[in-house]
């Protein structure tokens, strides 16, 4: 049995941060249904690379997390539509939501309302800078969120600095709190039976994985800087140039750092004064460095990664996407989903899995993603509205 099986999710949520959030449920076996304006529905529906995708409101931003959900349209605006989505509600464990503090409330759909009538309801609000606060009506996107968080200060070097991360960190990560925090709460509500109301700040989010950084400058007073491709904590730690490309090391440990030496073909670097000891390394990290990557112009970094992993040295190629998902260790994992026909796109569609396991069976999307509006007809029936309910809903454009 999926782990989340029998748990309905209502999915209000737009882009990225918030229908992640829900992918993550929904890989894992949740009933979630993705509740979607008539005639637009969710904004990533026309994001995306490909320009005939994002006509047919099937963007590759959408399909990315939208498999395994089922859509219906209804306008939440309109106070049919919201008695359609009451209606709906009282089917559902779980809505999430990420519209700006407040946008709820003025649609009569808050938590303070709808915990009333539904006192098991988790409701998560996931917002940039949470539900309070000076900033809580501010609108927030990915690279605002990563620039006032400080993540961007330490990307990149002291030449590039600051530099956005290369794919959308703060909303993913938004998206996996909120989900973690969904999950912990239906686990406390089997026990309790009351719901929750969760707040996700996406700033707060990211801050809190920024662990290392955070506490060196609550704790040890220092503010952190960027460092490319090098460790504050260790040498020789980095990314390096070999014969044929870039070759990640992390020879963080005493023992780690003479087996390099040795299998590069200068022992002699081990007794070397100028890095005998861990500080020193630290101190004098690119004259290391660069003795180690003359040597590693012998051979190709696919080779040199084999023999250091070999000999108990953690190393790496550095890889393009493609390049790792054509990986024989993505393979033998099972992690792409792929669906042969898909509605409304002219090609299959390939999908990731959660980034974890289960003996019992891995967590997956089962179905492809939805057509806006595509199950409208078949979720209202089961609520009980009829075929001509459903077609007077149509005429008051409430669905």
């Known amino acids: 049995m999926p782990l989340l099986a029998g748990i309905r999710v209502l999915d209000l949520t737009n882009v990225l941060a918030g229908p992640f959030c829900c992918y993550q449920l929904a890989v894992q076996g949740a009933d979630v249904i993705k509740v979607e304006m008539p005639g637009t529905g969710d904004l990533a529906r026309i994001l995306g690379t490909d320009p005939a995708l994002n006509k047919t409101l099937m963007g590759t ?10 859509s219906v349209t209804i306008n939440l605006k309109s106070a049919q539509g919201r ?6 509600l009282a089917t559902a464990d779980v809505l999430v939501e990420n519209f700006r503090p407040g946008v709820m409330d003025r649609l009569g759909l808050g938590y303070e309302v709808l915990s009333r009538q539904h006192p098991r309801l988790v409701y998560c609000a996931i917002s940039g800078f949470g539900q309070d606060g000076p900033l809580r009506d501010n609108p927030a996107y990915d690279q ?13 070097d002291e030449k590039s600095a600051p530099l956005r991360v290369g794919y959308p960190v703060a ?4 998206g996996l709190t909120a989900a973690f925090a969904i999950s912990s709460a239906l686990v406390r509500r089997g026990k309790t039976g009351a719901g929750d109301f969760i707040d996700v700040s ?20 220092i503010t952190p800087k ?33 087996a390099l ?4 073909g200068r022992p002699d670097l081990i007794d070397d004064p100028r890095f005998k000891d861990r500080e020193d390394r630290l101190t004098r990290r ?11 112009q012998a051979k190709s970094a696919k080779e040199w990664a084999a023999l250091f992993n070999a000999e108990g040295v953690p190393a790496g190629e550095v890889l393009s996407v493609p390049e790792i998902l054509a990986h024989p260790q993505v393979a033998a994992r099972n992690f792409i989903s792929r669906f042969e026909a898909s509605p409304g796109v002219d090609r299959p569609v390939a999908v990731v899995r959660s980034g974890f396991r289960l003996a019992s069976g891995d967590p997956q999307a089962t179905f492809p993603p939805p057509l806006l509006g595509a199950d409208t007809q078949s979720i209202l029936g089961e609520i009980g509205y009829s075929d001509a309910d459903i077609e007077a809903l149509q005429r008051a454009k409430a669905i």
């Open 261 to 264: 030496a040795r299998l590069i």
């Open 226 to 258: 960027p460092m490319g491709n090098e460790n504050m904590t260790a040498s020789p730690s980095g990314t390096y140039a070999t014969g044929d490309g870039l070759l990640n090391i992390a020879a963080n440990k005493q023992e780690q750092f003479e």
């Open 202 to 221: 996406m700033l707060e989010a990211i801050l809190s994985t920024m662990g290392w950084q955070v506490s060196n400058c609550l704790i040890g007073g």
């Open 286 to 296: 690119y004259q290391l460095k660069g003795e180690i990557e003359q040597a590693l």
């Open 83 to 88: 008695e359609v989505f009451n209606r709906l």
């Open 61 to 70: 931003s959408f399909l990315a997390q939208n498999a395994s959900k089922r």
């Open 171 to 174: 909303d993913t990560i938004g």
């Open 144 to 156: 605002i969120v990563q620039g006032m968080s400080g993540v961007m200060s330490v990307t990149g």
